[in-house]
């Protein structure tokens, strides 16, 4: 044995490094992809529940003419907060969420590419929304609207237009949340671009796969131009800066333009992911491959680069001259082809299909239905006569919602009981998920059908009330019941999450029949490192080839050894040395083990690490002296922030 | 998709070495590093970012009232800068010739030659803040002030970043704990640095020279 | 999991020209068959991502020099405003602009001599960004000429 001169080693740090990959305190190094995306899907779902209680306070107070639940000011907060929640605390994080999870398993990789900057996005989440709600009682919560139109955000405090901290934490709060967005967002380019399995080339990667790598491009680029347009925000309202100052020349149209410049690529950044998810559930819940992959990924692409060019049909009546306003009619009409296409691809897939109608199934069936009734009136609103009706009314209220939450919300929750075998070995309950669908429907339904018509009768957004004798109030009182409705829904979901953890039905080894590597794992949940052995990728649906061939009529034929790296019922991981590839050390196998190799292939699983967690909690550190304008503490977390960076710099990738 | 790597000739011992995503487990499936395309990645999403400050410093040049950039720019002295910081790039690209050769030396030469250019730079930019403000061209001042602060400082905000970061490298140098087989980490601050350039060369043209 | 921490036998051999750094075994013989000497460009490894060689550091110095030499034309031309019409200035700033741009990009970037994916990126965020602001700036009347 050569003797080995090594480098001088580092000094230790202060804390050595965390080995522990199980229990409670494992989850704050954890550097894991499935571990961060539940805690991702988690928090996500505590701001759902936040997000929604701040809809149910705006349905109270709009139940009748002349609500006094809430006052002026109080419902300034709660849409602003509502809006400001779901989009970027509960729908950015779930996709995120179900991306991390699924992303590296369904390319055949271990983990994604930088998995401490992984968990750094997911702290970014959790303190970024800490940082936002605590404004609730740290000088006043956002009130200026989820989109902060200027000059009323932009104007300066002393002149009194939106008194307290709220426009400050709102964008400095949102400047942060980009921040763990842009990573994230990095993160899954790299990872979808680089780690995929051999022969897994991008016309054989699973939909999701495809749709997240677009949302990631869409981050990316978008991220950036809000940053600019919320930090000249700050400086006009605290540096006395002119940027929306139309006395001084500025034009308060900026700010639109620039925010939604981003604003309109991140509802796609939304809605793609359930459109994934949706292309995963319904090709296996119907026994058929997606009907026209490659349409379905070059819609998906389409939407992605069409997304940049309509965003100022959200400014249809601010005076932009009818040579802009048509130019973007017609870009948004354009956009509307892409979007059809994949319903059309979606029908051919179940259409013929051997349909198993579960609870994943309705979601996604509901999906189709609800994305194409809010596809509808989109539509609409990119007839600009029409749109100068309805725009700032409650039709592009039912409008959005009916593609957010019947689209991207339905999406999520049907992937939740798709998934959720995956990662608990059991299955949701199944009778509860059906009720939960149909109160959701139901729910849904009743909530924001009537607020189309409501729209075209003159309801005006962001109003905290309405009087008497406007024909307003029986739709307002049966929008009001259904958001109820849809509490008692989401409520049920929650429990029958919680409940399935641990005594839900026992679920065996690919539980669906499924088509994506995902499922091959040898056990659910998968183990650390993902696979025993990197898959030999041959086809699309790599799993499904694996299980089934065709016979000369076209029959599907089960194939002896398919599918799996070893069939074990339940949870309980079984690990064996593989004899295929020498071996390896042979012998005893530690299953979760710290980072060590597993199944005796030496496998190298990056190391939990502090850094992630400290280097965030500079963040919100800076992000408080920011807005109290209090620089000492602004230093103390940009010096957290140079010390975490550091640290995590020199700490290598793993021990 | 791999690309075959040009054959060195004869006497080179190197063939491209496979590309490991980082834990040595198998090759990537672009043939390039994970960091080297997230550094291009990270470099293409802040084209939208100065481009949108370079957008609204356009828009606003013609609209600001009061004090106009032509009352205050001292263009030699700019131009001095622009210069400086043009070569910062030349000893940010030698450093990485240099590393890539072994020459460790060398490296930390030009490390500390870049870094130290920039904050000659800096300096210049400082100079023309404080000259700036006391001609009364103040973040708060007008329309060019706001908007020819933001973006001038988030440049220098961008530069500062990279003087650290290049110290840094020097520092992990100077200790022999960056070596050849690491070049990648200075080409990849070398990209930063790089792009940073770039900006200003735009901003150059269009904030300073441009007439209106 | 690497235990090499673990097996430091003696103190770190060091160097009599301090500068030079202290490495393993085989980092001290690739020092000895190398030395300090200017490696043929041929001999260097390539980089992942490389189709072909990183220019030599004189190719790189003849660049600084080019984009010298277009600066001081650049100030040059902005000084003739008032002498010669002011679109013709911005045409002529605006293309010396791009090609230093384009320059730096190129050789000191190394996109000309890396695979194509990275060129791919930056060209389509920075035209796209082009495209999208000059639309809003548009849309926004710049072309009005003041207020």
Not at chain 1, 69 to 80: D, E, I, K, P, R
Not at chain 1, 247 to 259: E, I, K, R, S, V
Not at chain 3, 22 to 33: L, M, N, Q, S
């Amino acid at each position: 044995m050569t003797t080995t001169l090594t480098v001088p080693k580092v000094k230790r740090s202060i804390f050595r490094r965390p080995q522990a990959t199980t229990g409670f305190r494992s989850w704050f190094t954890t550097v894991d992809h499935k571990k961060i995306a539940i805690m991702y899907a988690t928090t996500a779902l505590v701001f759902l529940v936040l997000g929604g209680i701040e809809a149910l306070l705006i349905r109270l107070q709009l139940a009748g003419p002349n609500g006094t639940v809430l006052t002026a000011s109080q419902y300034n907060t709660m849409f602003t907060m509502h809006g400001t929640t779901m989009v970027f605390l509960m729908g950015m994080p779930l996709a995120v969420g179900f991306g991390n999870y699924l992303i590296p398993l369904q390319i055949g990789a271990r983990d994604v590419a930088f998995p401490r900057l992984n968990a750094f996005g997911y702290w970014v989440v959790l303190f970024g929304g800490i940082f936002l709600y605590s404004s609730f009682v740290l000088g006043g919560a956002p009130n200026g609207g989820w989109f902060g139109y200027t000059p009323l955000t932009s104007s300066p405090i002393s002149l009194g237009a939106l008194p307290g901290r709220g426009p400050d934490f709102w964008t400095v709060g949102l400047i942060m949340l980009g921040i763990g967005s842009t990573t994230s967002a990095v993160n899954f380019i790299v990872t979808i671009l680089n780690m995929r399995a051999p022969g897994m080339t991008l016309m054989r990667m699973p939909v999701f796969c495809w749709m997240m790598l677009v949302v990631a491009f869409l981050t990316v680029f978008a991220m950036p131009i809000v940053t600019v347009a919320l930090t000249m925000v700050w400086w006009d309202r605290n540096l006395m800066s002119n940027f929306f100052n139309a006395a001084a020349g500025g034009d308060p149209l900026l700010y639109q333009h620039l925010f939604w410049l981003f604003g309109h690529p991140e509802v796609y950044i939304l809605i793609l992911p359930g459109m994934g998810i949706v292309s995963e559930i319904l090709p296996v819940m119907s026994r058929k491959p997606l009907f026209g992959y490659s349409v379905v990924v070059f819609s998906g692409i389409a939407i992605g680069f069409l997304g940049w060019g309509v965003w100022a049909h959200h400014m249809f009546v601010t005076g932009l001259g009818p040579v802009a306003v048509s130019a973007f009619s017609l870009s948004t009409m354009l956009i509307a082809i892409p979007t059809g296409v994949k319903i059309f691809n979606w029908l051919g897939t179940v259409w013929g299909g051997s349909i198993r109608l579960n609870t994943p199934m309705l979601f996604s069936l509901g999906f189709i239905a609800m994305f194409t009734i809010g596809g509808l009136s989109g539509v609409l609103h990119s007839v600009v006569p029409a749109d100068t009706q309805q725009t700032d009314t409650y039709f592009v209220v039912a409008h959005f919602h009916y593609v957010l939450f019947g689209g991207l919300v339905f999406g999520i929750f049907g992937g939740i009981f798709y998934w959720f075998p995956l990662l608990y070995g059991r299955f949701m309950n199944e009778k509860l998920g059906k009720v939960t669908f149909w109160l959701t429907l139901i729910g849904f339904n009743l909530t924001f059908f009537p607020m189309h018509i409501l729209g075209l009768e003159g309801q005006a957004r962001r109003t905290y009330r309405y009087a008497e004798g406007m024909g307003f109030d029986a739709l307002n009182l049966a929008a009001t019941v259904g958001s109820f409705v849809i509490a008692v829904a989401v409520l049920l979901l929650l429990v029958n999450i919680l409940v399935s953890r641990r005594h839900g039905a026992v679920a065996p080894h690919d539980p669906w029949d499924a088509r994506s590597l995902e499922w091959s794992v040898s056990s659910y949940p998968p183990p650390e490192y993902n696979f025993e052995e990197v898959p030999q990728v041959e086809a699309r649906d790599e799993l499904w080839h694996r299980k089934y061939t065709e016979d000369e009529s076209g029959r599907l034929v089960r194939l002896p050894s398919g599918g799996a790296d070893a069939p074990s019922a339940g949870a309980v991981a079984t690990l064996e040395p593989d004899a295929r590839d020498g071996g390896g050390d042979g012998g005893a196998v530690v299953p979760s083990g710290g980072g060590h190799g597993a199944g005796g292939h030496g496998i190298h699983m990056p190391s939990p690490s502090y850094f992630p967690i400290l280097m965030c909690a500079g963040l919100p550190v800076v992000g408080y002296g920011v807005v109290f304008q209090n620089w000492y503490l602004g230093a103390l977390g940009v010096l957290i922030l140079i010390v975490g960076m550091y640290a995590w710099a020199l700490e290598p990738s793993s021990e | 998709m791999e690309q075959a790597a040009i054959a060195p000739p004869a006497g080179g011992a190197h063939a491209s070495t496979p590309v490991h995503a980082g834990h040595g487990e198998h090759e990537t499936s672009t043939g390039v590093t994970n960091t080297k395309l997230a550094m291009w990645i990270f470099l293409s999403s802040e084209c939208l970012l100065f481009g949108a400050l370079i957008a609204t410093y356009l828009l606003y040049r013609g609209r600001s009232k009061g004090i106009e950039p032509a009352d205050v720019y001292n263009i030699p002295f700019t131009s001095a800068t622009s210069f400086i910081l043009l070569m910062s790039s030349l000893t940010m690209v030698l450093a990485l010739a240099a590393i890539q050769r072994a020459d460790y030396r060398r490296t930390k030469i030009w490390l500390v030659a870049t870094a130290l250019f920039g904050m000659v730079f800096i300096g210049g930019q400082v100079y023309e803040f404080t000259e700036f403000t006391r001609k009364g061209v103040t973040v708060d001042t007008n329309l060019f002030g706001s908007s020819f602060y933001l973006l001038t400082g988030l440049h220098g905000l961008h530069v500062t970043v990279g003087i650290v970061w290049l110290l840094s490298l020097w520092g992990l140098t100077t200790q022999g704990r960056l070596q050849q087989k690491d070049s990648e980490t200075i080409e990849i601050s070398g990209l930063y640095w790089h792009f940073v350039d770039v900006v200003w060369i735009v901003i150059f043209t269009v904030v300073y020279l441009i007439p209106m | 999991m690497s235990d090499a921490d673990t097996t430091t036998t003696t103190e770190p051999v060091q160097d009599p020209d301090h500068n030079m750094l202290v490495g393993t075994a085989e980092e001290r013989e690739r020092e000895k068959k190398y030395g300090l000497q200017e490696i043929p460009p041929e001999e260097v490894p390539l980089l992942p991502g490389e189709l072909s060689h990183h220019p030599s550091p004189f190719q790189y110095v003849v660049i600084a020099m080019i984009l010298v030499v277009i600066t001081a034309l650049e100030v040059g031309v902005s000084y003739l405003e008032g002498d010669i019409p002011n679109g013709l200035i911005i045409v002529l700033l605006l293309g010396m602009g791009l090609v230093k741009l384009v320059l730096v990009a190129s050789y000191y970037m190394h996109l000309k001599t890396d695979k194509p994916v990275f060129r791919r990126f930056f060209i389509m965020a920075a035209v796209g960004a082009i495209f999208l602001y000059l639309i809003v700036l548009t849309t926004l009347g710049v072309w009005d000429g003041g207020s």
